[in-house]
Nanobody, 122 residues
C-alpha cells in the first residue's frame, strides 16, 4: 500500500514557476514508477510527466522543456518543477504510483493522491 500527498500548488502569474511535491509512504517507494496528471474543469485528465524507478523520465510535448520531474528516494518524494507557466497549465495536479514500468495512461496507476490546485493568471 502506498499513500501519496501532494503539495506546492498555488496561484502564479504567467511565466512564473512552481514546484510540486508528492510525498509517499511505504518502504518500497523506490521500486514504484510515479507520474503526474492534471485535470482542468470540463476537461479530461491529462498526462504531465512520469519517472521510472531507475529515473527514466517521459513528458508530453505540451510540457517538454518547461516541466521537470525528479525523485529523491531517500525522502520518498517526487518533484515536479514547472517553469514558464501558461494559463492553460491551470488544473488540479495529482501524482500517481504503480509498481511496474512507467505509463502515460491514468488507468495503469494503482495509487493516487488527492491533488493540488495550480492556477496561472494571465
Amino acid at each position: 500500500q502506498v499513500q501519496l500527498v501532494e503539495s506546492g500548488g498555488g496561484l502564479v502569474q504567467a511565466g512564473g514557476s512552481l514546484r510540486l511535491s508528492c510525498a509517499a509512504s511505504g518502504r518500497t517507494f523506490s521500486s514504484y514508477a510515479i507520474a503526474w496528471f492534471r485535470q482542468a474543469p470540463g476537461k479530461e485528465r491529462e498526462f504531465v510527466a512520469a519517472i521510472s524507478e531507475r529515473g527514466t523520465t517521459y513528458y508530453p510535448d505540451s510540457v517538454k522543456g518547461r516541466f521537470t520531474i525528479s525523485r529523491d528516494n531517500a525522502k520518498n518524494t517526487v518533484y515536479l518543477q514547472m517553469n514558464s507557466l501558461k494559463p492553460e497549465d491551470t488544473a488540479v495536479y495529482s501524482c500517481a504510483a504503480r509498481s511496474s514500468l512507467l505509463s502515460t495512461s491514468a488507468n495503469a496507476y494503482d495509487y493516487w493522491g488527492q491533488g493540488t490546485q495550480v492556477t496561472v493568471s494571465s
